[in-house]
């Protein structure tokens, strides 16, 4: 069996580590630095006083201030405390942005990881598709009906397991091939297989016309066209499944290749 893929938990959590170790270098390396040292002004007031001796009108004299050991010990505490408030204040605020740019961090990080996986995938998984269609003699006997010949390629860098090839035909009058053709309950339904890169597998598929040119000679006089259509699952190496549909179409006139209708052909997973 194929190979589960990953789980993107595994790539969020490497993300969320490596955001959250950033941050947290952030946070010690800011928080470490020494807090400024903030100036202390001393101001020296003057005050008024009336005289009412000889002269009227007020003087001015200094005003002095006398500071006891009391207050001293008090104004160092309150400064002490100033400083170290403003010093939890700035440290928070790197905090919070640390915290902020380390989760931005884990976001870009996480979806760099998510494409460079995508983008893996889609370099190395299997990529089966059609290569040719067309009518070929049995090499085993001459002068048996031709068959149609569906070639089926695998374009992809790594394996495709659990190849199963649906297919269906008709020979007759020429269809609406711009309507999707339904699978029948008598349509070809291949076992499992596996394709290599690089490689292909080729299934033989009737109704078969007469041998040699005489065969499309007659299908080209009576108006005919011959249909095929079909649709082929596989599993790539991540264990994706994949689908694609064909609807193909051979006017003979002499040539016994197919080519794509209109209608009946995509692709996608399951």
Known sequence: MPRKPHGYSDWIALALLAG????????????????????????????KKSD???????????????ITPENQTEANSDAT???????DE??????????VFGFLQSVALFI????????????LRAYVDIESAEYGKNPDDETAPWNILLTVRNFGQTPAREVIITIDTAVGTQKNDRIVFQL????DKQPPTRIPPSHWITVSAPPGIAPGLAGFDAATQANQCSYIWGRIEYLDVFGTKSWLTFQMVC?????????????????GTL
């Not at 170790?21 to 001393?42: D, K, M, N, W, Y």
């Not at 003979?252 to 794509?260: K, N």
């Open 184 to 187: 029948s309950a008598s349509a």
């Open 81 to 87: 405390y100033q400083l170290a408030k403003a010093s």
């Open 90 to 99: 700035h440290a928070i605020e790197l905090g919070i942005g640390a915290i």
């Open 112 to 123: 760099t990881f998510w494409i460079m996986r995508k983008t893996a995938r889609r370099q």
């Open 20 to 47: 959250w170790i950033g941050a947290t270098v952030a946070v010690f390396s800011l928080s470490s630095q020494p807090p400024a040292i903030s100036a202390v002004e001393v101001h020296s007031g003057i005050e």
């Open 251 to 267: 006017s003979f006139h002499g040539v016994g290749s197919f080519v794509y209708c209109p209608a009946g052909n995509g692709d």
């Open 52 to 66: 009412s001796g000889a002269h009227n009108g007020d003087r001015q004299r200094p005003f002095a201030v006398s």
